[in-house]
């Protein structure tokens, strides 16, 4: 008699692919990368908001994965180590531009998550193109602990607690994040919405 099998998490990586990984192998991370990048370059998108600055960014994410896959423990899921691996790139780049503000304004990509508030938002309200728009022009407005710790939760779905690892903070304090993110968001939607 067998007995069954648990299934793996969707984003751990196997010790067979992990040591293939540690050992350079490149058909190895040409599969890690092909399973990850559309990820990494999503969610480098949403902070960035150009496409440009978002694959040069995923880029050196992989090359940064790759140099320091060694930090990674094995058995651990991958999606929140290679968050923090795009979150320092990012900030270091951005560091190396002496950028005071991230600029979201020319993203035309969906969002992927609705804005709970107690009064009904405009991306609720609005089924259009110029919707989507909108959302983004507000999210790039938010301070960028708040943009990320948004974007990590209803973007990527990350739990609290990956949120908290990622950023560097206690889980409340990103529980904080995120409600104080989704509230302005909120009122910066509205107020986009009274414009138009």
């Known amino acids: 008699m067998t007995l069954p099998t648990e299934p793996s998490l969707p984003d751990v990586i196997s010790p067979e692919l992990y040591g293939r ?49 060694r930090t990674f423990r094995a ?65 790039s407005q938010l301070p960028h602990e708040y943009r990320e710790a948004v974007v990590l939760r209803f973007v990527e779905d990350l739990s609290y607690d990956e949120i908290a690892q990622i950023q560097g903070v206690a889980v409340g304090t990103a529980k904080s994040r995120v409600f104080r993110a989704k509230e302005q968001l909120a009122d910066l939607l509205e107020s986009v919405a009274d414009v138009h």
């Open 75 to 139: 058995g651990e899921r991958v999606l929140p180590w290679l968050y923090q691996v795009a979150r320092n790139t990012q900030i270091e780049s951005h560091r190396r531009k002496q950028l005071q503000r991230f600029s979201l304004e020319q993203a035309r990509e969906d969002v992927g998550f609705e804005v709970t508030s107690e009064r009904r938002s405009p991306v609720q309200a609005a089924e259009s193109a110029d919707a989507q728009d909108r959302v983004q022009r507000a999210l």
């Open 21 to 69: 990984l540690c050992a350079g192998e490149e058909q190895a991370w040409f599969e890690f990368v092909q399973e990850y990048e559309g990820r990494m370059y999503g969610y480098l998108y949403r902070l960035e908001g150009n496409s440009e600055d978002a694959l040069d960014l995923t880029q050196e994410v992989f090359y940064r994965a790759w140099r320091s896959i």
